[in-house]
């Protein structure tokens, strides 16, 4: 029997416990388990690296999440990137990549794999056509994409992209932090594997960071949680835990982030600080169709850039009060930030260095009313 979203957010991977009938997985905090005979380890646990109930709980519910059939669960966003890319890539391999992303994704493909003789093109992910000129036949393995992108809010078509990704003989990466599995399903739409920091929405509670990865193919399911294991980024059982607590609740929490962002994209339109607003929710958003096409809703984030330039861009952020000035993003509380020298400055010089007087928002789900006027004295 099939379930709705917010059903299976609470139930998957969650039974009661057999034991107690406790009604929320216990966090197991264990190394390791006692066996009842060599080579017969009870329920299959033998190390916590390679297998723990709490992560397991985690890994089940965020694989029906994003209509998967193999979660893994990793100490950070990084961490779960890190694995992919050691799964899929070697020496002389290939990797399209966004022409918008999250500095520290960006530093992964220009710091550390391009040592291993991985090579990268970035690509406008709005544009399938040049994502398909970007393709190096034969030897690219992954078109790798956020959406929306982080910090420009650009949106790719998943469907299109998977057709280049698939003809080339190349898998579809898709990073869906910023959306959540409840506002978009990367996997429906024809993505190989999904990609998440879990620190952020999944999570949503800005306490605990993490990672993970869906797929719906169970062979490369295995060559991931192979390498989850072998390379032993796996998170903690209490991160574990807090994670899969706060997945309970995100699909009400998406819903106000929502209802809070659009509020706040449609203030912001039009004010005189303001030279233009980015959020895929509005009509005169680019992507605002494609994002139609694949999203429930159009998120929490909003960037937008200062007429006034950087220094007042810098400015709004350090007036803000309410919204509290930070890196990161998708918790209950409003963040706001300057992606050049925050999130962003790793990609300072690089084709994804962002625009110096743009400011990014993560909208939490406080009184609407309160978010507004705390921009309006700090835009003022
Ligand atoms: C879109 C996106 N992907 C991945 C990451 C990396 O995740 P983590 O910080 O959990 O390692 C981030 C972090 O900000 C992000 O915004």
Same mark, same amino acid.
């Given at each position: 029997? &099939?379930?709705?979203?917010?059903?299976?957010?609470?139930?998957?991977?969650?039974?009661?416990?057999?034991?107690?009938?406790?009604?929320?997985?216990?966090?197991?905090?264990?190394?390791?388990?006692?066996?009842?005979?060599?080579?017969?380890?009870?329920?299959?646990?033998?190390?916590?690296?390679?297998?723990?109930?709490?992560?397991?709980?985690?890994?089940? @519910?965020?694989?029906?999440?994003?209509?998967?059939?193999?979660?893994?669960?990793?100490? =950070?966003?990084?961490?779960?990137?890190?694995?992919?890319?050691?799964?899929? @890539?070697?020496?002389?391999?290939?990797?399209?990549?966004?022409?918008?992303?999250?500095?520290?994704?960006?530093?992964?493909?220009?710091?550390?794999?391009?040592?291993?003789?991985?090579?990268?093109?970035?690509?406008?992910?709005?544009?399938?056509?040049?994502?398909?000129?970007?393709?190096?036949?034969?030897?690219?393995?992954?078109?790798?994409?956020?959406?929306?992108?982080?910090?420009?809010?650009?949106?790719?078509?998943?469907?299109?992209?998977?057709?280049?990704?698939?003809?080339?003989?190349?898998?579809?990466?898709?990073?869906?932090?910023?959306?959540?599995?409840?506002?978009?399903?990367?996997?429906?739409?024809?993505?190989?594997?999904?990609?998440? =920091?879990?620190?952020?929405?999944?999570?949503?509670?800005?306490?605990?960071?993490?990672?993970?990865?869906?797929?719906?193919?169970?062979?490369?399911?295995?060559?991931?949680?192979?390498?989850?294991?072998?390379?032993?980024?796996?998170?903690?059982?209490?991160?574990?835990?807090?994670?899969?607590?706060?997945?309970?609740?995100?699909?009400?929490?998406?819903?106000?982030? @929502?209802?809070?962002?659009?509020?706040?994209?449609?203030?912001?339109?039009?004010?005189?600080?303001?030279?233009?607003?980015?959020?895929?929710?509005?009509?005169?958003?680019?992507?605002?169709?494609?994002?139609?096409?694949?999203?429930?809703?159009? +998120?929490?984030?909003?960037?937008?850039?200062?007429?006034?330039?950087?220094?007042?861009?810098?400015?709004? @952020?350090?007036?803000?009060?309410?919204?509290?000035?930070?890196?990161?993003?998708?918790?209950?509380?409003?963040?706001?930030?300057?992606?050049?020298?925050?999130?962003?400055? &790793?990609?300072?010089?690089?084709?994804?260095?962002?625009?110096?007087?743009?400011?990014?928002?993560?909208?939490?789900?406080?009184?609407?009313?309160?978010?507004?006027?705390?921009?309006?004295?700090?835009? +003022?």
């Amino acid at each position: 029997m &099939s379930h709705g979203f917010e059903t299976l957010a609470i139930h998957a991977g969650q039974e009661p416990e057999p034991r107690t009938g406790a009604v929320v997985p216990p966090i197991y905090q264990t190394s390791t388990y006692a066996q009842d005979a060599v080579g017969a380890p009870r329920l299959g646990y033998e190390y916590s690296r390679s297998g723990n109930p709490t992560r397991d709980a985690l890994q089940e @519910c965020l694989a029906a999440l994003e209509g998967g059939r193999v979660g893994l669960t990793f100490a =950070s966003g990084l961490a779960a990137e890190d694995a992919v890319l050691r799964a899929l @890539c070697g020496p002389g391999d290939h990797v399209v990549i966004p022409d918008d992303a999250y500095g520290g994704t960006y530093r992964i493909f220009a710091r550390v794999t391009q040592r291993w003789g991985l090579t990268w093109t970035p690509a406008r992910i709005s544009d399938v056509e040049a994502v398909r000129a970007a393709i190096r036949p034969g030897e690219t393995k992954i078109i790798w994409v956020e959406t929306p992108t982080n910090p420009l809010l650009g949106i790719a078509d998943i469907a299109g992209l998977a057709s280049v990704a698939h003809d080339a003989g190349a898998l579809l990466v898709v990073d869906n932090t910023f959306a959540s599995p409840y506002l978009q399903q990367p996997i429906a739409h024809g993505a190989d594997v999904v990609v998440h =920091s879990t620190t952020k929405y999944v999570g949503g509670h800005s306490d605990v960071v993490g990672g993970a990865l869906v797929t719906a193919d169970t062979g490369l399911g295995q060559e991931l949680a192979y390498h989850q294991n072998a390379m032993g980024a796996v998170n903690g059982p209490f991160d574990a835990w807090l994670t899969l607590r706060g997945v309970k609740t995100l699909g009400v929490r998406m819903d106000r982030h @929502c209802d809070n962002a659009e509020r706040i994209a449609d203030y912001l339109t039009g004010h005189p600080a303001v030279s233009q607003v980015l959020y895929p929710g509005l009509p005169e958003h680019p992507g605002h169709e494609t994002a139609a096409k694949q999203m429930r809703r159009f +998120g929490g984030m909003i960037s937008f850039r200062a007429a006034g330039g950087e220094e007042q861009a810098v400015r709004i @952020c350090n007036r803000a009060k309410l919204f509290v000035l930070a890196e990161s993003l998708g918790g209950v509380e409003s963040l706001i930030e300057h992606p050049g020298r925050m999130t962003h400055a &790793s990609a300072a010089g690089s084709p994804l260095e962002v625009p110096a007087d743009l400011v990014r928002l993560s909208v939490g789900i406080e009184t609407a009313d309160d978010l507004l006027a705390d921009l309006e004295q700090a835009l +003022g």
